[in-house]
């Protein structure tokens, strides 16, 4: 069951026979647990990549001719799991073509698109800041991508016949994005509800530590077996670990 901050707090506060409070902000010590709660929910966001941050999202264009295959990384992307381009053709028209962008590691590409001629029309030299020269088709789709430093993403090609640069509306990219976090009471944390408990629990055990300087085995216990559960059960949909089947009877699936 999903819970606001101050419900936590309260329930946390009433645990540690601390007052009773109609706010987080009412006490340091309340102020203190809500902290530790919000502190508490990071660490759980970093252990794992959640489900419910999986978003199909678009990437932004650099609007830039001289950089005409570069899209800027949003910055609370974390991790991207699938990257589809429109790559229609002009003799295509107006029919939609997604075609999944590869990836290849930087020195790949480089190996990759370094072979190409940059003496023909249909190549051209992109200077990146860092004083690397990358050649692109401008008469094909693009097939693959890189990134050099984690904040622009570079494709091998695109049509100049089509447009002047990768378009951020033919994107399609499906990412693991950052979780947010709003600190007042009614505010409830972006959270499955199977994963609430674990949450207080672990808030819990971190508030007796810290701020009573004891150790409560209670829910010390109860916050390593929800921490345990949930490392097995993340998912709310048929979704999650994909098992390979190698023919044998009783695969997982």
């Known amino acids: ?19 009773e409070v109609n706010s987080i902000d009412d006490t340091i010590e309340s102020q203190q647990v809500a902290n530790t709660i919000r502190q508490c929910y990071f660490e759980m966001m970093a252990n794992r990549n959640w489900p419910h941050l999986r978003k199909f999202i678009t990437l932004d264009s650099s609007v830039d001719l001289e950089f005409p295959t570069r899209f800027r990384i949003p ?10 381009y429109d790559c229609r053709r002009p003799e295509d028209g107006a029919k939609i073509v997604y075609n999944e962008i590869k990836y290849l590691y930087p020195d790949e590409f480089l190996k990759y698109t370094m072979v190409r001629n940059s003496l023909n029309t249909n190549v051209q030299t992109m200077a990146l800041p860092n004083g690397i020269k990358l050649l692109v088709y401008n008469d094909k789709p693009p097939q693959f991508w890189t990134s050099f430093d984690d904040d622009y993403i570079y494709l091998d090609n695109y049509q100049i016949a089509l447009e002047s640069t990768l378009m951020s ?52 216990q109860k916050s390593a077996r929800q921490q345990r559960w949930l490392s097995r059960k993340a998912w709310r949909t048929h979704g999650g670990v994909r098992y390979p089947n190698y023919g044998r009877r009783g695969a997982k699936k």
Do not use: G
């Not at 947010?180 to 007796?208: G, M, N, R, V, Y």
């Open 1 to 19: 069951m999903k819970e606001t901050l101050l419900k936590m707090t309260q329930d946390i506060l009433s645990e540690m026979d601390s007052d």
């Open 75 to 84: 910055e609370l992307m974390k991790e991207l799991v699938m990257f589809n």
């Open 169 to 220: 509306s033919k994107t399609q990219v499906l990412a693991y994005m950052e979780p947010s976090w709003t600190h007042t009471d009614d505010a409830i944390p972006d959270l499955p509800s199977e994963a609430f408990p674990a949450l207080k629990e672990e808030s819990k055990s971190q508030c007796f530590f810290v701020y009573k300087q004891m150790v409560n085995q209670k829910a010390e």
